[in-house]
């Protein structure tokens, strides 16, 4: 395990394969990445890099976007990456809507579960915030669930104004079809600050009232410190912002972007650490750990204490 200078462990490895995406949701952070038209990285380059963060410690690796079903190799990706030793984990972010069809496949690849964004049970509203489809987001979700995914979870972005009278029709959505509920807070990454003042929606009366109704309440030491609402029948978990110490203070997460670079922090873009065009050039596994090293030497919290 490898500590950064402010003794937080590198846990765990969000890897973007795209940052294409075939919605257009006006609220996408795009994990902190700005658009590009460098080209992705191949699949062995992704387990090459997958099996360089095993070797330092890591164990859980999320695969990412834009939208990372738009490939036409994800299943190849992700057999890839399940195949690295030592990893306890490899998850996927989705808005699933086509997932439809795949989800099976990648079951048998080795994809252990999915997080699936669902902005509304509306589908006027889910047009409007997406461009897409309620439809085939609820088709990819059905499908998950028959692949055996476990767990299976739904990202609920609150966004003031669109869907905060939908709170309720989401837990029990969740509770109905048995899986795990996150409530989401909105990020100020990438958005401008008008759009991110009008919609950004605080949680803390949610919570309140969550708490009132758990029967049992968990606490995520190495995830921020989030909080896990047990209720009869259903699951929620709250994922606030990152404007905080505590967000920063217990991160564990090191970043790749889509095309190759290593992100020590979702908020900075000035740290970036190339790693794919080393490994282009002949670097060696050792020097591509010495670039892991660096890279991680560059996590600090953002917001200091």
Same mark, same amino acid.
């Given at each position: 395990?490898?500590?950064?200078?402010?003794?937080?462990?590198?846990?765990?490895?969000?890897?973007?394969?795209?940052?294409?995406?075939?919605? =257009?949701? !006006?609220?996408?952070?795009?994990?902190?990445? $700005?658009?590009?038209? @460098?080209?992705?990285?191949?699949? $062995?380059?992704?387990?090459?890099?997958? +099996? %360089?963060? +095993?070797?330092?410690?890591?164990?859980?690796?999320?695969?990412?976007?834009?939208?990372? *079903?738009?490939?036409?190799?994800?299943?190849?990706?992700? @057999?890839?990456?399940? #195949?690295?030793?030592?990893?306890?984990?490899?998850?996927?972010?989705?808005?699933?809507?086509?997932?439809?069809?795949?989800?099976?496949?990648?079951?048998?690849?080795?994809? =252990? =579960?999915?997080?699936? +964004?669902?902005? @509304?049970?509306?589908?006027?509203?889910?047009?409007?915030?997406?461009?897409?489809?309620?439809?085939?987001?609820?088709?990819?979700?059905?499908?998950?669930?028959?692949?055996? !995914?476990?767990?299976?979870?739904?990202?609920?972005?609150?966004?003031?104004?669109?869907?905060?009278?939908?709170?309720?029709?989401?837990?029990? !959505?969740?509770?109905? &079809?048995? %899986?795990?509920? &996150?409530?989401?807070?909105?990020?100020?990454?990438?958005?401008?600050? +008008?759009?991110?003042?009008? !919609?950004?929606?605080?949680?803390?009366?949610?919570?309140?009232?969550?708490?009132? &109704?758990?029967?049992?309440?968990?606490?995520?030491?190495?995830? &921020?410190?989030?909080?896990?609402?047990?209720?009869?029948? #259903?699951?929620?978990?709250? %994922? =606030?912002?990152?404007?905080?110490?505590?967000?920063?203070?217990?991160?564990?997460?090191?970043?790749?972007?889509?095309?190759?670079?290593?992100?020590?922090?979702?908020?900075?873009?000035?740290?970036?650490?190339?790693?794919?065009?080393?490994?282009?050039?002949?670097?060696?596994?050792?020097?591509?750990?010495?670039?892991?090293?660096?890279?991680?030497? *560059?996590?600090?919290?953002?917001?200091?204490?």
């Amino acid at each position: 395990m490898i500590f950064d200078s402010f003794g937080r462990p590198t846990l765990n490895l969000r890897v973007a394969v795209t940052p294409k995406c075939n919605l =257009r949701c !006006f609220y996408c952070h795009r994990e902190g990445e $700005e658009p590009h038209d @460098s080209d992705e990285m191949r699949p $062995e380059e992704i387990y090459r890099i997958a +099996s %360089v963060a +095993s070797e330092l410690g890591i164990r859980n690796l999320k695969i990412t976007g834009g939208e990372p *079903l738009i490939r036409d190799d994800i299943a190849d990706i992700v @057999s890839h990456v399940s #195949k690295v030793p030592n990893l306890n984990d490899v998850s996927m972010t989705t808005n699933g809507t086509l997932l439809a069809g795949k989800a099976r496949e990648l079951k048998a690849c080795g994809l =252990r =579960r999915v997080n699936i +964004s669902l902005v @509304s049970l509306n589908k006027d509203t889910y047009s409007q915030s997406t461009g897409g489809r309620l439809e085939d987001a609820l088709r990819g979700i059905e499908d998950a669930i028959s692949a055996g !995914f476990e767990p299976i979870k739904i990202n609920a972005l609150i966004l003031n104004g669109t869907n905060t009278g939908e709170i309720e029709d989401f837990i029990r !959505f969740a509770g109905n &079809q048995g %899986v795990i509920l &996150q409530l989401i807070e909105l990020e100020s990454v990438n958005l401008g600050h +008008s759009i991110y003042n009008k !919609f950004h929606y605080p949680l803390n009366d949610i919570e309140l009232k969550l708490s009132t &109704q758990a029967s049992s309440i968990e606490h995520r030491g190495l995830m &921020q410190n989030r909080r896990i609402y047990h209720l009869p029948g #259903k699951t929620v978990e709250v %994922v =606030r912002h990152t404007e905080g110490t505590k967000f920063c203070l217990r991160c564990t997460r090191l970043r790749v972007t889509s095309d190759g670079k290593l992100k020590p922090c979702l908020l900075r873009g000035n740290n970036l650490v190339d790693i794919l065009t080393p490994m282009r050039n002949g670097a060696s596994d050792r020097d591509l750990k010495e670039i892991f090293l660096k890279a991680i030497e *560059l996590r600090e919290p953002y917001y200091e204490t």
